[in-house]
């Protein structure tokens, strides 16, 4: 069946056809994907539809970097860190060793729980990674239980030195067996290039291997110091590097000249407190950026790309569209995905109806739960308790 979705105060389809927003707007879904969008006044037939009531719809969020299957709390070293204690990398360990003794059932049940919560905040394409297990059976499993669930699923076994392991050494059980056996269940190799965590080289043995073994590739670069994570991503031709804090000017000029996504994490810098990534540089140098959530249990435990949308607007200068885009068109880009991310016609019918007339309320009333509805592939998946106004063809 066709759907007519009208009533829209303020429609962002990210169609290059189309400057800005349009006003007073509607858009038909067929079978899945984005039929027509235009103007209200010139909608064309359908079997049912939906007002939206004057309000603003999106494309659904496109977060492009998590850290879903996990078990275990870090409140305690999140407090710590409120009272003035830092960051290391090293916390991932607290991590390990909770997922580690979790069963299967209950990181599945984690994980259900927490895609449901980012679907309600208005997300509808997820891409998830392992690294909380870093032996081969748990790689395995995380890598399997994401499989199931979520959009994109990455491998990042070398998330950090488990203890005891000389890391050059673990870098050989991550390119080797531990690759080996998650390879049927990832898309994606990403490694952790940080002090603390795997030198530019070792890291580099590592993407390698994932190129070897036709994975994209993916970094965590410079979200500590000048880890050289950012060269190394775009030597590899890497989709994105993730956090991208401390940046040179070599570093920026590298990223603009490159395909290699730059994606910000706003709520993960609000929690290390770690100055913000320079993405109104990176913006300016032409560089693309991509906007995630980076939810996880140690630095950044929220799902809620509207809070992030609204961070970046508030604290690191980005206009509203720049902004939406990251979130949207950015994300997917650093996925390599061309079928999500926007709703022009022919892209998956990924919705976000937002409870309010305008996106710009995303940051003119922060923290407010500002998601009405969300649709996915077509299909209603979350709404608002007020519902929707709906029709048949030729009823009310």
């Given at each position: 069946m066709a759907t007519l979705f009208t009533g829209i105060g303020e429609l962002?389809?990210?169609?290059?056809?189309?400057?800005?927003?349009?006003?007073?707007a509607a858009l038909v879904v067929d079978d899945g994907v984005v039929a027509w969008t235009g103007p209200a006044s010139g909608a064309p037939d359908a079997d049912e539809r939906v007002d939206v009531g004057g309000r603003a719809v999106l494309p659904g969020w496109v977060d492009s970097h998590t850290h879903l299957v996990f078990d275990g709390d870090r409140s305690s070293e999140f407090e710590a860190r409120m009272a003035g204690e830092g960051y290391a990398a090293g916390g991932i360990a607290v991590t390990t060793g909770a997922t580690r003794a979790a069963s299967d059932e209950r990181?599945?049940?984690?994980?259900?729980?927490?895609?449901?919560?980012?679907?309600?905040?208005?997300?509808?394409?997820?891409?998830?990674?392992?690294?909380y297990g870093l032996t081969v059976d748990d790689?395995?499993?995380?890598?399997?239980?994401?499989?199931?669930?979520?959009?994109?699923?990455?491998?990042l076994g070398a998330h950090l030195v488990p203890e005891g392991w000389d890391a050059d050494e673990y870098v050989d059980l991550v390119i080797g067996d531990m690759l080996e056996a998650v390879r049927p269940h990832v898309g994606w190799m990403d490694?952790?290039?940080?002090?603390?965590?795997?030198?530019?080289?070792?890291?580099?043995?590592?993407?390698?291997?994932?190129?070897?073994?036709?994975?994209?590739?993916?970094?965590?670069?410079?979200?500590?110091?000048?880890?050289?994570?950012?060269?190394?991503?775009?030597?590899?031709?890497?989709?994105?590097?993730?956090?991208?804090?401390?940046?040179?000017?070599?570093?920026?000029?590298?990223?603009?000249?490159?395909?290699?996504?730059?994606?910000?994490?706003?709520?993960?810098?609000?929690?290390?407190?770690?100055?913000?990534a320079p993405a109104r540089q990176l913006l300016d140098a032409g560089a693309t950026a991509a906007i995630a959530s980076n939810c996880n249990p140690g630095t950044s435990y929220t799902s809620s790309m509207n809070f992030c949308v609204g961070t970046a607007v508030?604290?690191?200068?980005?206009?509203?569209?720049?902004?939406?885009?990251?979130?949207?068109?950015?994300?997917?880009?650093?996925?390599?995905?061309?079928?999500?991310?926007?709703?022009t016609v022919g892209s998956?019918?990924?919705?976000?109806?937002l409870d309010a007339p305008a996106a710009i309320h995303l940051a003119y009333r922060p923290g407010m739960p500002l998601t009405h509805g969300v649709w996915k592939r077509g299909r209603c998946v979350s709404q608002s308790p007020r519902g929707w106004s709906k029709g048949r063809r030729g009823g009310p």
């Open positions: 962002w389809t990210f169609d290059p056809a189309h400057d800005g927003p349009l006003r007073d990181l599945r049940s984690l994980l259900e729980a927490r895609l449901a919560e980012a679907y309600r905040g208005g997300t509808t394409t997820v891409e998830t990674k392992t690294g790689e395995v499993r995380s890598a399997r239980i994401a499989a199931e669930l979520a959009d994109e699923v990455t491998f490694v952790f290039c940080e002090e603390g965590a795997f030198t530019v080289e070792q890291s580099r043995r590592v993407l390698d291997a994932g190129r070897r073994a036709g994975l994209g590739l993916r970094v965590h670069g410079n979200q500590l110091g000048h880890s050289g994570g950012v060269a190394l991503a775009v030597e590899m031709g890497a989709a994105s590097v993730d956090h991208v804090n401390f940046l040179s000017a070599d570093d920026v000029e590298a990223l603009a000249a490159s395909d290699t996504v730059s994606t910000i994490l706003p709520a993960c810098d609000l929690s290390t407190r770690v100055q913000f508030l604290q690191q200068y980005l206009t509203l569209e720049e902004a939406l885009r990251a979130a949207t068109v950015g994300g997917a880009r650093a996925l390599r995905r061309g079928d999500v991310g926007s709703l998956r019918a990924d919705l976000h109806v």
